[in-house]
């Protein structure tokens, strides 16, 4: 069980729940203020579920490929890979990737039920974007693109799917608000890329931190934390938020050890504990966010 744990990748499932999480809070708040129907309490925990799967079956998609590509060796500076490591065969690895996904597909044909079947096709395109992540002919993950899908897929996608899954419709503030938590679940990939640098280059894998080099990937970090900040107050004056959204701002602080970390150390060990620190300032800003907006409602 701790093996297949590490081979979830605990400290990387922040990046699943968060946006769940402030999806359904906008949509409680719609609910509770407008009185938009009822809360389906179903749907969130069904959008949660898939969202975790999702995750872990990437990671584990992740976690086969780049054992069978050569991209993880002895030399990497992140935890144990369990495929590369010889822990578990790669074909149980990859039964167990199809296991996780079919979970999440699950999930999927429940909220399509709950929401139409415009769920479906999200949760399709959602797995099959953890698929190609680093597997199939092009894996786009070696080429720079990763962030990109987690900003996409684990901010846009998600935050505004679970705000539909609730209410069918999409609005301007989730909208909003899924740019600043795509950021800083995109920033948690930063760090991982930063910390595989040297490993990634020698091995082929031209992630945007091989391509920007280490001092640009630090700065991005930097401006990604940031700019999501700095979102929060512009999303809720756009779109006519409450000022209780602002408590999220409350998470800064938390920022300040990955960001000196990412500055200054260039260590495995650092930057592991600079990886956790940031699901962290991700899991904090999430609750915090969603906090807000549920206050304001009340």
Not at 133 to 162: D, H, I, K, W
Not at 262 to 291: E, I, W
Request: charge should be positive.
């Amino acid at each position: 069980m701790r093996i297949w744990v590490m081979a979830a990748r605990p400290r990387t499932l922040p990046a699943a729940i968060a946006p769940v999480l402030v999806g359904t809070a906008v949509a409680w708040a719609a609910i509770e203020t407008d009185g938009d129907g009822g809360f389906r309490v179903g749907a969130f925990v069904a959008a949660l579920v898939g969202s975790i799967f999702i995750q872990i079956g990437t990671n584990l998609a992740n976690d086969y490929s780049d054992a069978k590509r050569g991209a993880d060796t002895v030399e990497r500076l992140g935890p144990v890979r369990v495929t590369a490591a010889g822990l578990v065969a790669p074909r149980r690895v990859l039964v167990a990737t199809w296991v996780a996904f079919g979970v999440a597909l699950v999930a999927g044909l429940y909220l399509a039920w709950v929401a139409g079947p415009v769920i479906l096709a999200v949760g399709a395109a959602s797995i099959l974007a953890g698929i190609l992540y680093t597997g199939g002919p092009r894996p786009y993950g070696y080429e720079g693109l990763g962030e990109a899908f987690v900003f996409v897929f684990f901010g846009l996608v998600a935050v505004n799917g679970s705000y539909f899954v609730q209410l069918e419709r999409l609005d301007l503030l989730p909208a909003l608000l899924s740019v600043p938590v795509g950021l800083l679940t995109s920033a948690i990939l930063v760090v991982n890329n930063v910390r595989d640098i040297d490993t990634d280059a020698r091995a082929g894998k031209r992630t945007l931190a091989v391509r920007l080099g280490r001092g640009r990937a630090v700065l991005l970090f930097e401006v990604m934390v940031i700019a999501a900040f700095v979102l929060v107050p512009v999303s809720l004056a756009l779109a006519d938020g409450s000022a209780w959204g602002l408590l999220a701002l409350a998470a800064a602080p938390l920022a300040i050890g990955p960001v000196r970390a990412m500055r200054t150390r260039t260590d495995g060990p650092a930057l592991n504990v600079a990886l956790a620190a940031t699901g962290r300032l991700l899991a904090a800003f999430a609750l915090l966010l969603s906090l807000g907006l549920v206050i304001a409602a009340a």
